[in-house]
């Protein structure tokens, strides 16, 4: 079975690639250097050049609320330009198994939690990420009408916060976790002794290491032939106060906490509910201070090479 990943060089697809690799499943990993999604002609030309037999779709402009907030645009066109064609061309070629990963920034900004995948279109999206998540909602609505009108296999899963190795530790361009990890580190080098954290200690998230992930995409790969959308995290909040003190105490951190509620720093809690993956059979989450601590190792290590390996400059 030949398997498509795209986006294999980010925080998800890396984890998937090694996985697949475990699983001895022969896959395709073409760099965006190699495979340009957001040009047409090379996406037809490299699907139609290769015999695929699933796709996991991974590849996605990301970034922070800040980084949302400050180029809507980009990062709604990017997104669609990306989505509409990897889409339009899998479903030309009947590609029969499609994983389309999605984002937890679709639940409506003020919905109930944890968010359970009947809440889809349910209310308003947060304005922080609203470009992001239309663009990530027009993707699942492609993905439902290949199941629905072309009796195709693909599923649409909805991640909790994701962190892990391979992640991208950019000042503007990072989540939660990694950022804080940055600018931890950074203050230990320059020896600020403080560093400022953006949103309220109380907002919380559903933190998803990359491994996790990865195990269940292959799971639903294996397993799921539903035509509904289906959640993927621990289903454990997690406040943002309560992961700076974790942080700060596996990286060793004595320096001041400064907390900037005035900033972007999207919704305010959000955690997904898990039951339909649990109930499927798929249960394994890593703890969070076990997965964290796994990201820190790697960085030591990276840190030896100047960090030219990963996404930090």
């Known amino acids: 079975m030949k398997t498509l990943i795209l986006g294999a060089s980010g925080l998800a697809g890396s984890a998937v690639c090694k996985l697949m690799i475990q699983k001895r499943r022969e896959v395709l990993n073409p760099s965006s250097h190699e495979l340009n999604l957001l040009d047409i002609s ?43 064609n990897v889409l339009e061309t899998a479903l030309q070629k009947r590609i029969p198994r499609l994983i389309f990963l999605a984002s937890s920034t679709i639940y ?16 308003e999206l947060s304005p922080s990420v609203r470009p992001y998540a239309l663009a990530k909602l027009v993707g699942m609505e492609i993905v439902k009408i290949a199941v629905e009108k072309y009796e195709l296999s693909w599923i649409s899963v909805i991640p909790a916060n994701l962190y892990g190795t391979g992640d991208n530790f950019r000042i503007h361009e990072s989540h939660v976790v990694a950022s804080i990890i940055r600018k931890i580190w950074e203050s230990k080098v320059t020896l600020t002794r403080q560093i400022e954290v953006l949103g309220h200690p109380n907002n919380g998230r559903d933190f998803l290491f990359s491994n996790d992930l990865a195990a269940a995409l292959y799971f639903l790969e294996e397993n799921y032939f539903g035509n509904t959308a289906v959640n993927i995290g ?67 290590d990276e840190s030896k090479f100047n960090f030219r390996n990963i996404r930090w400059a």
């Not at 409506?108 to 209310?123: A, D, L, Q, T, V």
């Not at 959000?270 to 703890?287: I, P």
């Open 234 to 300: 621990p289903g454990k909040i997690t406040s943002v106060g309560a992961l700076v003190s974790l942080l700060t105490e596996l990286m060793s951190y004595r320096g001041e906490i400064k907390w900037n509620a005035t900033q972007v720093s999207g919704t305010a809690r959000k955690v997904l509910d898990n039951r339909k993956l649990v109930e499927l059979g798929f249960s394994s989450f890593v703890e969070l201070r076990i997965g964290l601590s796994e990201v820190l190792r790697w960085l030591e």
């Open 108 to 123: 409506p900004e003020f919905s109930p939690y944890p968010h359970k995948e009947e809440g889809i279109f349910s209310g």
């Open 42 to 84: 090379a996406v037809r030309e490299y699907f139609h050049s290769k015999d695929i037999d699933s796709v996991y779709f991974l590849a996605a402009k990301v970034g922070g609320a800040p980084a949302n907030s400050a180029r809507p645009l980009e990062f709604l066109l990017q997104n669609l330009q990306m989505e509409t």
